[in-house]
């Protein structure tokens, strides 16, 4: 595999996880906003938010090379291709696990923290940090996730003996 060939899926899989994070975080969170205060100053955020979501995903995916010629990122190597000879199945697997891991907690836990800092600010004053509200349902979803986060980066052997289980 060239070194092009590598930062092409790189980016084309960051493409792909903003256009996850935009359908699955930034689109109902904007729609509970519009269904709990509509403002026109509010739609026009959403429908600015979504076009710029949909707009990275675009050009992450559809305009690789033309991010890689930008950055000059395939230049500077001492060698043209990257030796993948070692990498089966199994280690493929074990790489996919540990990044979807991380990006699970590098996602949740700034939220976690924010959150936890909200309901200790109610419990001593009762009053939030301007701007939020006290939701113990998405506390616990953001922990439950930073948990799944630390158990797939912690254990990516054996769950990726378990999903391969041809061999």
Excluded: W
Aim: with cysteine; aromatic share 14%; proline share 1%.
């Amino acid at each position: 595999m060239s070194k092009r060939d590598f930062f092409r899926i790189i980016i084309k899989i960051f493409g792909l996880y903003s256009l996850v994070l935009s359908i699955f975080s930034v689109i109902p969170q904007n729609i509970s906003n519009v269904l709990f205060s509509f403002d026109v100053t509010m739609l026009l955020m959403i429908t600015a938010s979504v076009i710029i979501s949909c707009g990275l995903f675009l050009l992450l995916l559809f305009k690789t090379d033309a991010i890689i010629n930008l950055l000059k990122l395939d230049q500077g190597f001492d060698d043209e291709f990257i030796n993948l000879s070692n990498f089966n199945s199994v280690n493929i697997l074990k790489l996919a696990i540990v990044i979807i891991g991380g990006f699970l907690i590098i996602d949740y836990t700034p939220r976690f923290l924010l959150d936890v800092i909200n309901v200790f600010k109610y419990k001593v004053n009762f009053s939030t940090i301007e701007g939020s509200s006290v939701s113990y349902f998405h506390l616990s979803l953001e922990a439950i996730n930073i948990i799944i986060g630390f158990l797939l980066v912690t254990n990516y052997k054996m769950l990726s003996k378990i999903i391969d289980t041809k061999n």
